[in-house]
């Protein structure tokens, strides 16, 4: 079945840093991908819809100069934390939606630890 | 704007008895509603979900959920708990007339079952 693949699964930077995760869809294409992140014992929220071949659209209160996400192909977006503080550590979680032969299925990723040190 | 609010931060149930974990939202138009478990540590699976059609939905590990459009709710429901099904629960709901396919999450209601 369709699955979302996150890579890695868990990351450590050292402040200032960059660090790059990366949401793949596995057989299937993924026209429009979001983003959400997760603190300890709190809900999803959203950060960001991502489309193929166009800018990515912020929620409100998110920053697109720290938060960059790229879909440059219909099966892989990719968020980059630039100069990452320790309180960008967090869990990110991406989800893809799947094409209208899918039913327009949602599917999620298991997740991304990043912690920043 | 879409909402979903899951008003229990916390259910307790003792295994072997029923269990409902509620949820309502708001959303102009016809929603899309979802349940998700998430286990420590890992990412979301999903349960259920409500498009259209019966308002009683039928999902995964034995769960299942009422749709009711006057009370705008979509309970969780099981007949039986495990203490297996002790996790983190979220509501979420989808689409409507301003909503496209982004899902907004509830809060989360962590359901804890005794042996």
């Known amino acids: 079945g369709a699955v979302v693949s996150q890579h890695p699964s868990w990351v450590i930077c050292k402040s200032g840093t960059s660090v790059k995760i990366e949401c793949r869809s596995l057989?299937?294409?993924?026209?429009?991908m979001f983003w959400y992140r997760q603190f300890p014992k709190q809900s999803l929220m959203l950060m960001a819809t991502?489309?193929?071949?166009?800018?990515?659209?912020?929620e409100q209160g998110v920053e697109k100069d720290k938060f960059l996400i790229n879909h440059a192909s219909l099966t892989l977006s990719t968020l980059t934390v630039t100069s990452a503080h320790p309180e960008d550590s967090s869990f990110y979680i991406c989800?893809?939606?799947?094409?209208?032969?899918?039913?327009?299925?949602?599917?999620f990723g298991e997740g991304s630890w990043l912690t920043v040190v | 704007a879409q909402s979903v609010a899951q008003p229990e931060d916390q259910v307790n149930v003792a295994e072997g008895n029923p269990l409902t974990v509620k949820c309502t939202y708001s959303?102009?138009?016809?929603?899309?509603l979802f349940w998700y478990v998430q286990y420590p540590n890992r990412g979301l699976q999903f349960l259920l979900k409500?498009?259209?059609?019966?308002?009683l939905v039928k999902g995964s590990y034995g769960f299942e959920a009422e749709f009711n459009k006057s009370q705008t709710s979509f309970h969780l429901k099981k007949p039986s708990a495990l203490v297996s099904d002790s996790a983190l629960y979220f509501c979420?709901?989808?689409?409507?007339?301003?909503?496209?396919?982004?899902?907004?999450f509830g809060a989360g209601t962590r359901l804890f079952v005794k042996a």
């Open positions: 989800s893809a939606r799947g094409n209208r032969e899918a039913g327009n299925t949602i599917y």
């Open positions: 057989d299937f294409q993924a026209t429009t």
């Open positions: 991502s489309n193929e071949g166009s800018k990515a659209t912020y």
């Open positions: 959303v102009s138009g016809n929603p899309y």
């Open positions: 409500y498009i259209t059609g019966d308002n």
């Open positions: 979420a709901v989808r689409g409507g007339n301003t909503g496209g396919f982004k899902t907004i």
